[in-house]
């Protein structure tokens, strides 16, 4: 008997012995997969995270990280850099997904230096915090899972068996990174690095290896036309080897809601037309079923009446469906940007680029500052101009290369109030005005108000080429204690808000098209500062937004001057005959009358 119960216990002792060692031969098969492949550390949801309502979680990632993390690993046998710019939407993810991501590599791959930079220094040593997290929970789990021990401070935290380390750094810093060899960058918040982004990230990626590394780009939108933007418009359109990833609210497998038969009726009968247009648009893109887009549909409904205010433009700023829609509805724009957008759909090629030569002879350029968008209807065509003066302003010096600011012309039809010519360049002023005087003998001597808070070189040579169809202001005059007036449009701090508000009516009513696409753009990155103030956004131009302006007050501005010429009190017959007469003038008779206001009975 008691050799049989000897016998059993042995029995039970090898069970557990085999038992043991197979867990062990498990553990180590799985152990050199880790260290073969650290991405399936993140994928088996052997990471924790922090979470505000859950505390300490394992962190199982979405279908929005899983698509990132892919794209990563799809890459990452490749021996190049990985280069990536991720516009961010809300709560999926992104900045979690990326810090666990590099807690692996950097203690999985040896002499690593890793580096995250934000817009500010508490949001790097945030981000920092989830490392530190994430090495902590996944030793606790398993000691063999990391590489061994660290050491972490204020500026980051080291591996040391690896001889790898975490730095942070702030993007107020523009030498970041700079003096390190780095393989994994993480650069939060892109979009509001409070100095030029272009200067940092082109000395930081000088210290990028050739061979394999990730740098990672991720932000939230702020506005069109800053440096994120463009980077990212660039890979979008394939200009550049950076990927750009973005991911709609409708891409999120959380966002849907179960729905009830009379739901799903009173949702087809109610729809509006923008959600008529995302249908076609899941159908298209995404090939959703009928039953995907009724979850989504009615999610929407429900967050825009319960998580917005009832607002939908909150909306589509919290949970936009497009990349464009997101910077668009980000920033501050002053101008309506739905009108703009459809202003913009209204763009055309310029039908002829080029310049006049010193012969004053149309020549063709393909990349000539003037562009042509409709020839003038001879005779009969009424058109105005606005001319902005360039200062000379250094408006970015990204690279190393000033970027100054330009001299800029629009060109309006009165009867349709469309652009039909525009000017943009630099250079000298006296090419600029042959430009534009040229330009507006082209459009039958166009009602031209030309700013002369700067542009007193160009007024002066269209004085002295008997140009007579000039726009005059009125000036104060301190000396006399009595206005004046002066030729040429002037911009104070009256008459900039007047002329910026003006032009924000003629875009939002879509009183003309504006055609050209470059002034569309400047448009769109024309913002509301924090002081309350309007200007461009920092690294981008206005001129064209001046131009235009003008040329619209010019509208306003010629009826009045036609009218007073038309009436029995005008000094002339008719503006034909005051045409005439003004270029029959000889010089010096032109220089001592001051022929507009005599034109307009003043």
């Not at 606790?140 to 942070?168: A, C, H, P, W, Y």
Request: net charge neutral; charged share 25%.
């Amino acid at each position: 008997m008691s050799q049989a119960v000897s016998i059993s216990k042995n029995s039970a002792t090898s069970s557990k012995k085999r038992k043991s060692r197979l867990r062990s031969l498990l553990l180590e098969k799985r152990l050199r997969k880790y260290k073969k492949n650290p991405f399936q550390i993140i994928r088996d949801g052997l990471m924790k995270i922090k979470t505000k309502n859950e505390g300490i979680i394992h962190f199982i990632p979405n279908n929005i990280q899983i698509a990132i993390l892919d794209y990563i690993e799809e890459n990452w046998a490749n021996n190049k850099p990985i280069l990536i710019n991720i516009l961010k939407a809300r709560q999926f993810g992104v900045t979690t997904l990326i810090s666990l991501l590099y807690t692996v590599l950097t203690d999985h791959l040896e002499g690593v230096n890793s580096i995250v930079i934000s817009d500010k220094l508490e949001g790097s040593q945030y981000i920092v915090d989830m490392y530190k997290l994430a090495y902590r929970e996944l030793r606790r789990i398993n000691t063999r899972l990391m590489n061994g021990t660290r050491r972490d401070n204020v500026n980051g935290l080291e591996f040391k068996n690896s001889l790898s380390r975490v730095l942070i750094d702030t993007a107020s810093n523009v030498s970041a990174g700079r003096k390190y060899t780095l393989t994994l960058v993480h650069d939060s918040e892109q979009a509001f690095w409070p100095i030029n982004p272009k200067e940092l990230m082109l000395g930081l990626m000088q210290a990028i290896p050739d061979t394999r590394s990730i740098v990672i780009n991720e932000t939230t939108a702020n506005g069109v036309g800053d440096y994120f933007y463009n980077e990212f418009v660039k890979g979008v359109e394939g200009d550049s080897d950076w990927h750009s990833m973005f991911f709609g609210f409708q891409e999120y497998v959380g966002y849907e809601m179960d729905y009830t038969r009379e739901e799903k009726e009173y949702l087809l009968l109610s729809l509006t037309d923008e959600e008529n247009k995302l249908i076609e648009f899941f159908k298209n893109k995404y090939k959703f079923s009928e039953d995907t887009i009724t979850r989504k549909l009615i999610w929407r409904r429900w967050c825009i009446k319960n998580k917005c205010q009832g607002d939908i433009d909150f909306f589509h700023q919290e949970y936009p469906s497009t990349w464009e829609e997101a910077f668009l509805v980000s920033g501050r724009a002053r101008f309506n940007t739905k009108s703009l957008l459809k202003l913009k759909d209204k763009c055309i090629e310029p039908i002829k680029r080029g310049m006049y030569n010193f012969a004053g002879v149309w020549e063709d350029l393909p990349a000539g500052p003037i562009q042509i968008f409709k020839e003038p209807v001879p005779e009969y065509g009424k058109y105005t101009i606005g001319v902005d003066t360039a200062e000379g302003i250094l408006v970015s010096k990204e690279g190393g290369r000033p970027d100054l600011d330009n001299n800029s012309v629009h060109v309006l039809e009165s009867k349709t109030n469309d652009v039909v010519a525009t000017i943009s360049m630099q250079g000298d002023p006296d090419i600029f005005a042959e430009q534009a005087w040229r330009l507006a003998i082209y459009y039958n001597n166009a009602f031209t108000g030309i700013e002369n808070n700067k542009g007193q070189a160009v007024i002066s040579f269209f004085k002295r080429m008997n140009y007579w169809n000039m726009y005059q202001s009125n000036i104060y005059d301190e000396y006399f204690e009595r206005e004046q007036k002066v030729i040429g449009w002037n911009t104070n701090q009256k008459t900039r808000r007047l002329m910026i508000d003006e032009l924000a009516a003629f875009i939002r009513k879509m009183h003309g098209n504006i055609c050209d696409a470059a002034t569309i753009k400047e448009l769109f990155t024309f913002i509301i500062q924090d002081d309350g103030t309007v200007s461009a956004q920092k690294g981008c131009k206005d001129d064209r937004v001046i131009s235009l302006g003008i040329a619209v007050q010019m509208l306003k501005h010629q009826g009045y001057m036609e009218e007073k010429l038309m009436s029995e009190k005008a000094p002339y017959g008719s503006y034909q005959q005051a045409k005439e007469e003004m270029i029959a003038m000889d010089n010096a008779k032109r220089d001592s009358i001051d022929f507009t206001t005599r034109m307009m009975n003043i």
